[in-house]
């Protein structure tokens, strides 16, 4: 069945930096793709960045160029590292696996 927990939210002011982790356990992992979503309060859960067993990274157009989704397929974990936060980055964050596990979301707060 496998598990996925993540770890690394908080509070930051805007223009901050917070590292979030995701480690999965009891899951085949190294093959499959990886995420990061999001969902504010009142709005659908979003799509943030995948990255796939070959390294290959996506980003949504709102974080492009601030956020950098890595993992390392003997560890098994994926990484989202997050640079000059904004309000509207605020949310909860999930990994997701490929196969369709879900971490229990790390809470996420930009705010001075």
């Known amino acids: 069945q496998g598990q996925l927990v993540e770890s690394g939210g908080g509070l930051v002011q805007p223009g901050g930096s917070l590292r979030l982790s995701c480690a999965a356990f009891?899951?085949?992992?190294?093959?499959?793709?990886m995420a990061w979503y999001r969902q504010a309060p009142g709005k659908q859960r979003e799509l943030v960045a995948t990255?796939?067993?070959?390294?290959?990274?996506n980003y949504a157009d709102s974080v492009k160029g601030r956020f950098t989704i890595s993992r390392d397929n003997a560890k098994n974990t994926v990484d989202l590292q997050m640079n000059s936060l904004k309000p509207d980055d605020t949310a909860v964050y999930y990994c997701?696996?490929?196969?369709?596990?879900w971490g229990q979301g790390t809470q996420v707060t930009v705010a001075s």
């Open positions: 997701n696996h490929e196969k369709g596990l």
């Open positions: 009891g899951i085949i992992f190294s093959i499959y793709d």
């Open positions: 990255i796939t067993g070959g390294l290959k990274s």
